[in-house]
């Protein structure tokens, strides 16, 4: 069993930055693979980035170039550095562990992004 817990969340102006981070309890960390996913009002959600228990990541195209993606296996943390924000970007986030047959969710964290 793995316990999520998302923060960093907020209400941030279009063109700033947010750090979300995700705190894993329970299980060995190292050996998932984590990822940040979204859902906007009305919207289903949907995939931001992931990263592999190796480094690897991967990102929606829609985030390239301005978000980042990265863990600390020591801390049981990923985290997700979001940069040069846009009122479409504004969702709840959602923090997933994912090995095998093993998947677990966070509660979430709000970004909203509005002058």
């Known amino acids: 069993q793995v316990h999520l817990v998302e923060s960093g969340g907020g209400l941030v102006q279009p063109g700033g930055s947010l750090r979300l981070s995700c705190v894993a309890s329970?299980?060995?960390?190292?050996?998932?693979?984590m990822g940040w996913y979204r859902q906007a009002p009305g919207n289903q959600r949907e995939l931001v980035a992931t990263?592999?228990?190796?480094?690897?990541?991967n990102y929606v195209d829609s985030v390239k170039g301005r978000f980042t993606i990265s863990r600390d296996n020591a801390k049981n943390t990923v985290y997700l550095e979001m940069n040069s924000l846009k009122p479409e970007d504004t969702a709840v986030y959602y923090c997933?562990?994912?090995?095998?047959?093993?998947?677990?969710w966070g509660e979430g964290t709000l970004v909203t992004v509005s002058s």
């Open positions: 990263i592999t228990s190796s480094g690897a990541t």
């Open positions: 329970g299980s060995i960390f190292n050996i998932y693979t």
């Open positions: 997933n562990a994912d090995w095998g047959p093993l998947n677990y």
